[in-house]
């Protein structure tokens, strides 16, 4: 099986800007959750679909939003960029949604914003 | 709130020594769920275990193990014998019940192995 894929790996954006970013889940796993990665703030949970719905949502500004299509690929998209949204941006997908299942994680990624 | 601290913030050993890596958690949920994941330097995370509240058993997965200790909030985790390809960022992380269900993760370990 195919494992997680994000497109693109990398992005240079200027503040002010939006970006979206796709992933890609394993084929067969329905939930999909997205999580920021930088230096200050460590892994922080973005948000969790499942179905097309959001399951949880963390502590992001709604600048932050994303969605999941009926073949359960899911975009998240950053609108007003600013600076510290420089980060990895990694998805991770499960067979369902919950705790009991372990999460598969893709390569990420990598937002600059200058 | 659900809370993972992972102490040590790097270590460095020398190819063939064993090293635990450290992990306290903090949660009020009955249920819970406790992960290790690995992030080599190509930044994919790497699941590496699953433990839940109620299966305390250690476990070992070849030259991995693992040791859950409910009474001290401890999810440790051993490499034996270490290689440079253990070189990595590892994670410890906390998924809770019914409205804790996001993961929540420590600061990681940066381990390096010296050859």
């Known amino acids: 099986k195919a494992g997680v894929t994000q497109t693109p790996r990398y992005l240079i954006k200027t503040r002010g800007q939006q970006v979206t970013l796709s992933c890609s889940p394993i084929s067969g796993h329905r939930s999909v959750s997205w999580y920021q990665q930088t230096p200050g703030q460590g892994l922080q949970f973005l948000f969790e679909?499942?179905?097309?719905?959001?399951?949880n949502k963390g502590n992001f500004p709604g600048r932050f939003s994303g969605r999941q299509f009926s073949n359960s690929r899911s975009e998240m998209n950053v609108s007003t960029l600013e600076l510290g949204d420089s980060a990895l941006y990694l998805c991770?997908?499960?067979?369902?949604?919950?705790?009991?299942?372990?999460?598969?994680f893709g390569p990420g990624t990598r937002l600059t914003v200058t | 709130a659900q809370k993972v601290t992972q102490a040590q913030t790097e270590i460095s050993v020398v190819e063939k020594e064993d090293v635990t890596l450290d992990c306290v958690y903090e949660t009020r949920d009955t249920t819970y769920y406790l992960f290790w994941y690995k992030q080599p330097p190509s930044g994919e995370l790497v699941f590496l275990i699953r433990?839940?509240?109620?299966?305390?058993q250690n476990e070992i997965s070849g030259r991995y193990s693992w040791n859950f200790q409910k009474s001290t909030s401890s999810f440790n985790f051993t490499i034996t014998a270490s290689q440079v390809v253990d070189s990595a960022v590892y994670f410890c992380?906390?998924?809770?019940?019914?409205?804790?269900?996001?993961?929540?993760f420590g600061t990681g370990t940066r381990l390096t192995i010296i050859p």
């Open positions: 433990r839940n509240s109620f299966d305390e």
């Open positions: 992380a906390l998924s809770g019940d019914f409205g804790n269900e996001k993961l929540t």
């Open positions: 991770a997908s499960s067979p369902l949604a919950g705790p009991a299942y372990e999460q598969y």
């Open positions: 679909y499942f179905s097309e719905t959001q399951r």
